[in-house]
């Protein structure tokens, strides 16, 4: 609950990025779930077109000729793995940004604080204090505490959709 007090009005990106995570993670499962039709249609084309995923691909419009079905799927194999390459880039990006920004935003209300204390409450401590505060505090926070969250919240959503997917 701190936490979320510290993050003032920046709470509510919090489901924002949970759902970038949660996207993230339906492309590995995409990626995954490609791999093992793709390896059985290299091992075994005959098996796979008397299977029972193969009019699912028809369904979905892809080439009913092996061959053809066999660079259709590579190439949205590559695909789904290079979208998922530049997914993990941007939600990177995004946890980086939204981490640096409150941390710029708590050193600026600790600032605010500081300087509203009065003057003699002020010479009390030792300014060296204050300076730690915002620096290194702040710090810890946005990057070390946050941040750390963040990817944490981002691995456990993707794992437990893996270990959903392959329960299923």
């Given at each position: 609950?701190?936490?979320?007090?510290?993050?003032?009005?920046?709470?509510?990106?919090?489901?924002?990025?949970?759902?970038l995570f949660l996207l993230s993670s339906m492309l590995d499962l995409a990626g995954l779930g490609l791999i093992l039709p793709y390896i059985a249609l290299i091992a075994?084309?005959?098996?796979?077109?008397?299977?029972?995923?193969?009019p699912y691909f028809i369904l979905f419009g892809f080439p009913s000729e092996t061959k053809d079905l066999l660079f259709t799927l590579g190439y949205?194999?590559?695909s789904v793995f290079a979208l998922k390459t530049i997914?993990?880039?941007?939600?990177?990006?995004?946890?980086?940004?939204?981490?640096?920004?409150?941390?710029v935003k708590l050193r600026s209300s600790l600032m605010t604080a500081y300087q509203s204390i009065a003057y003699i409450k002020y010479m009390h401590r030792n300014s060296s204090?204050?300076?730690r505060n915002i620096q290194e505090l702040a710090n810890i926070f946005s990057q070390g505490v946050l941040q750390a969250y963040l990817r944490l919240i981002s691995e456990i959503?993707?794992?437990?959709a893996i270990l959903i997917f392959l329960a299923y």
């Open positions: 609950t701190e936490m979320l007090y510290l993050l003032g009005d920046d709470k509510y990106k919090l489901p924002w990025i949970v759902l075994d084309p005959e098996g796979f077109m008397q299977g029972s995923i193969y949205v194999l590559i997914s993990a880039i941007f939600i990177n990006w995004v946890i980086l940004h939204f981490c640096f920004n409150n941390g204090e204050y300076i959503i993707v794992t437990m």
